[in-house]
């Protein structure tokens, strides 16, 4: 039966302060990060000491929401070229995936080539959070209506009435939690594979 995604993408309202979902999985992206690397290191199998693993979290999070607006900047020029202060309302949305995979690689990179530390080292150990979170990711996509698929009529198409008129009047593929799914999966597999399982 076809699912009427009318989920509020903000989960939390204080004033003019609001708090969504999507926001919340960059938080809980960054505390997951830290627990991971820091239950790494006490079991002896991770380079960095407990001090470095926050600089570490730091230089992915300012890669990550650097160059994710850069790149959603790149996207829109003119909107931005129009108010520059614009770059700095995260608030309203408006970060690319790309744009944060090349911010947090080159961040990783900057790190690891100032600790001495070997960068695939780093990505082999880091990529089991990252997978999990942008699976969180995805979910977060779902509940701003947003990446919504193709059209189709299959029982579990979802119909997508915040995403505007246009989308909202046909019943579309649910790309964003198949795309979770793949990647819950992923994160499954690399962690059965890891020696250094929970």
């Known amino acids: 039966m076809p699912f009427t995604n009318l989920i509020n993408p903000v989960l939390l309202s204080l004033g003019p ?3 969504r979902y999507y926001g919340l999985v960059y938080v809980l992206g960054a505390l997951l990060t830290l627990w991971y690397l820091e239950h790494r290191r006490k079991k002896g199998s991770f380079p960095l000491t407990k001090e470095e693993n926050y600089d570490f979290v730091f230089y992915l999070l300012l890669g990550l929401l650097i160059g994710s607006r850069l790149f959603e900047v790149f996207w829109e020029p003119g909107y931005y070229l129009s108010n520059p202060l614009r770059f700095f309302e995260f608030w309203n949305g408006g970060m690319s995936f790309h744009g944060g995979l090349i911010g947090t690689t080159l961040a990783g990179y ?45 029982s579990w198409c979802v119909y997508f009435p915040l995403a505007g ?10 790309y964003v939690l198949y795309e979770a799914i793949k990647r819950f999966a992923i994160f499954g597999v690399l962690l059965f594979l890891s020696k250094e399982r929970f």
């Open 110 to 154: 900057l790190f690891c080539r100032k600790k001495k530390i070997n960068l695939w080292q780093m990505a082999d150990i880091i990529v089991i959070p990252v997978v999990f979170i942008l699976a969180l990711g995805r979910l977060a996509n779902f509940t701003n209506s947003e990446l919504w698929g193709t059209i189709t009529n299959v």
């Open 17 to 19: 302060l609001e708090i």
């Open 165 to 174: 008129e246009k989308i909202a009047a046909v019943c579309r593929h649910p």
